[in-house]
C-alpha cells in the first residue's frame, strides 16, 4: 500500500491536479519496463492534465479520477467548496500560498454553516486548501483522506501490471462538475472506436453494500446504464467468482455523467469498493473490497 | 389505436428500451413495403438501443423518445424513482426477475414519502417495476400509463406512411437525465446536414392549453427556441389550417435539452398533444389532439 | 459611449437575439476599414444568430454573449422569466407583438411571488418583454438594463479594432441554459486550433470586489478554471500594471461553462468589470473597470 499511500499524500484539488499528473506520468516511465505490455501514453497540453494508457487493441477504458475535493480561499477568511467535502470544525487544512506553507484549521459557523480557517495569517485569495492527510493502515483496512479516489487511481495503475488490451483514462474536475471526460471520450472513441466503459472509483458503504463483502457493482445511481451492458459485466463476474456486491441508489454520479450525454454511444458500468466516512479526512475501506476490485478489472478488462 | 394499446403494453423503462426498440424495428420491417417511402434503418450497437430512419433526402428530423418512466428495486423493498413518476399507495406495478413474472403494488409512506412495494416475496436488487398498463378507449379519449411518450411513438410511425423526406428517430433515456440525443445529433448533422428537429412527444394540460383544442406548439418550456425557427412553424400551422394551440412554460423538457447544448446549430420546436393525469397511470388524451398532431407533423415534414 | 448606449438599446433576450446580430454584423462592416486587421466574419444559419470574427492566426477566443435576461408572456396576464432578472412591481418593460408596440408595468404579487404585467389590453402569448432603457452616464459611471453582457459586445468590439491576432465570438442563450457555446467552440478547435478562452462578461460587486478597483479576474465562480491558465493570466496582468481584482465565487456562471464541458480541451478564464444593481434596469458599473476590462484585453490578445 506504499504507492496509495503516496497519492493520498500529494494534493490535487480538482483544476489543480497537475502535481498528480505529474507522478503518474513518472510512476508509468519508471514501472512500465515490468508489465506486460508497454503502453502508448497520451498527455499533454492537447489533453490538459488528464493522461491516457493505451495497451494492445483496446475493447473498453478504465476511467479513474485524478482530483481531490478541498476548499477554496474567498475573502475576509471565508472558505468556499471545491466539490463536497464534509465540513467540520477542527478538521486539518494543508496548502501553499506566496508566503509558503499552510497548516490551519476549518471553522464551521454554528449558526449560519458558513465555513473559514483560522490561522495566524491570511491567506491569499484563491489559495486552495486540502485536508490533511493522515494516512491509517491495519490488517484488514486502509483510512486516510482521499481514498476517493486515490484508490481508484491505485486500481488503475495495479491493473496496467498485466493488461494486455485496454485503455487507462486519469481524468480531471470529477468532482466538481466535471470537464475532461467530454474530450477524452471523444479522443478514444473516434481514434481507438472504444465504447464501453468502466468507472474506477469508490461508492459508499450502505444498508445494502457492506465493507468486506466485495466490490460494488452499481446497477444504477443517479444515472442508470444500459441494462444490457450491466447484465453482461454481472454475468462475467459471477462465472469468475470474484466477491462481488449489487448497488442500487437514486443519487450520486462520476465520470460516467459525461460519458451518457457525451456524443458517442457509450456503455458504461461504475465498479468500486465501498467507504465508509465518505468525503471526510477518515476515508475507510476494508482490504478485502479493494482485492477484489482489482481482481474483477482484470477479469472485465479481458472477458468483455 | 391497435398500434398504440400493443406498444403501451411494452415496458421500456429508461436504460432498458431494448423490447420496444425490437418491436419498432419488426414493425418497420414488416410495414414499410406499404409505405411512400422505404427508408434506410439505422441501428445496432453504434446507437445503442436507438432507432433513426432516414427517408429520401431530410431536411427535418422528428425524436420520438421510446423510454417510460418506472421504478428500481433497491434494498429492503425500498423502491428508487425511475424519472418522475407519481406515486401514489394502490398502483399496481409490473416487472420479471430471476424468479419470474411480479405484479406488485406501490406503497408511500405517508411520513416520510419513502417508496417500497407490497409482494408475497423479495424481488431482485436492481429489478426494473412499471406501471400495470390498463388502456381505456372511447370515442373521444385514448387512456393509459406512458402515452408520454408511446403516442409520441405512435405519431412517427404513422407520420412514416406517407412521409418523402425526413429523418425519423427513436431515442433512450429521456424521461432520466437523456443521454442518446448527443449522438443521433451529431451523426444526422454530420451525415445528412440536418439541423431543423420536432420533438414528437406529450404535453401538459393547462389553464392555457386545453384538451380537444389542438395540438400543442411550444413557445418555450425550461429551455427556449430560436424565435424564427418557432415562427416558420407557426406560420406554416396556421396557413395549412390545422388547429393548435401555443403553449407557454417556464418548466418541463424534452430531448430538445440536448440538442440546444450540444455541438451542432440545432433548431428544434417541441409539438405534441396535451395530456391530463401526466406521469400516473391513467394519463388520457382527446383524440382530436392526436389527430391535429400526426397532421400538423405531415405538412410540417413537407414545408419546413 | 455611444456605441454602449446604442446597444443597450437593442432588444436581445435569449432565443430572440437577431436583431443585435444584425447591427453587430452592420457595425463590423462599416467600422472594420479602420481596424488594424481585417478580420474574417463568420456568419449564418449555420451559426443561427452568432458570429465569429476571425483575426490573423488566433490563439485565444474572446466570448461576449449577445442576449440579455427579460420575460416571456404566458396565459391570463402571467409572465415567466428570461433568465434570472430581478422583479420588482413597477419596473418599466417593453416589447411588440401583433398588435403593436408595448409600454407596460411589471406586477410582483406580494404573497406568491407570482409575476404578471399591468396593461391596458392582452398581449399575444409567447411576447418577449424586456427592461425599458434608462441609459444614464456620469463623469464616473454608465448606468443601464442590459451592461451585462452590453458592456462584454462593447468591450469585444472596441477589442477589434487594435487585434492583430485572435478570435472575438458573439453567443447566443447564455442568460437561459447556453446553447451556442458547444458548437462555436468546436468550430475554433478543429478548424483554427484555438483552445483558449477568456469570457468578456459583467460580473458583481461583492464585499471582495469593489467598484473602481479594476476589472476582475475571476479564480472561480460555481466552476473551476485550470489553475495553471489561470495563473498565466495573472502574471501578465501583474506585469503589464493593468489595475485588477481577483474574485473567488462558489456560484454563478457564464459562457465557461460549455467550454468546460464541450469536448474540447479548453482553458478558459471569466475576466470582467464588476457591476452593482445585477441583473436590474438599473446596473451601474465605474468607468475605470471599464478602461482596465479594455486594457488587460488587448494585453492578454497579444500575450497569451
Not at 506520468?25 to 490538459?48: D, S
Not at 477568511?77 to 476549518?106: F, K, M
Not at 469468475?240 to 441508489?249: C, F, S
Amino acid at each position: 500500500m506504499e504507492l496509495l499511500r503516496t497519492i493520498c499524500q500529494i494534493p490535487a484539488p480538482s483544476g489543480h491536479e497537475a502535481p498528480l499528473t505529474e507522478f503518474v506520468l513518472r510512476y508509468v516511465e519508471e514501472h512500465q519496463a515490468g508489465w506486460t505490455t508497454q503502453p502508448t501514453i497520451l498527455a499533454g497540453e492537447e489533453f490538459q492534465d488528464c493522461i491516457i494508457l493505451i495497451f494492445g487493441a483496446p475493447r473498453t477504458a478504465v476511467f479513474a479520477h485524478l482530483d481531490n475535493i478541498g476548499f477554496t480561499v474567498r475573502y475576509n477568511r471565508q472558505l468556499v467548496r471545491i466539490g463536497g467535502p464534509v465540513a467540520e470544525t477542527g478538521y486539518r487544512l494543508v496548502g501553499r500560498d506566496s508566503q509558503g506553507n499552510i497548516e490551519c484549521t476549518l471553522v464551521v459557523d454554528e449558526q449560519t454553516g458558513a465555513l473559514s480557517y483560522d490561522f495566524h495569517r491570511d491567506i491569499d485569495r484563491g489559495t486552495e486548501l486540502t485536508f490533511y492527510c493522515d494516512f491509517r493502515e491495519t490488517d484488514t483496512t486502509v483510512q486516510s483522506c482521499y481514498l476517493d479516489n486515490r484508490l481508484g487511481v491505485w486500481n488503475a495503475l495495479r491493473l496496467c501490471e498485466t493488461l494486455e488490451h485496454g485503455a487507462v483514462v486519469f481524468s480531471c474536475w470529477e468532482e466538481h462538475g466535471g470537464g475532461s471526460v467530454a474530450y477524452l471520450a471523444k479522443h478514444l472513441y473516434e481514434t481507438y472506436g472504444v465504447r464501453q466503459a468502466l468507472i474506477s472509483d469508490i461508492t459508499w458503504v450502505t444498508e445494502g453494500v457492506r465493507p468486506g463483502k466485495g466490490v460494488a457493482i452499481s446497477l444504477r445511481d443517479s444515472l442508470i446504464p444500459r441494462r444490457s451492458y450491466v447484465e453482461r459485466i454481472r454475468r462475467i463476474a459471477e462465472a469468475a467468482g470474484v466477491p462481488h456486491q449489487l448497488e442500487v441508489e437514486g443519487s450520486g454520479g462520476s465520470d460516467a455523467k459525461e460519458l451518457q450525454h457525451g456524443a458517442q454511444p457509450w456503455d458504461w458500468c461504475f465498479i468500486g469498493a465501498p467507504e465508509d466516512n465518505v468525503h471526510s479526512p477518515d476515508e475507510i475501506v476494508d482490504k478485502r473490497d479493494i482485492t477484489s476490485m482489482l481482481a474483477l478489472y482484470q477479469v472485465l478488462l479481458r472477458e468483455l
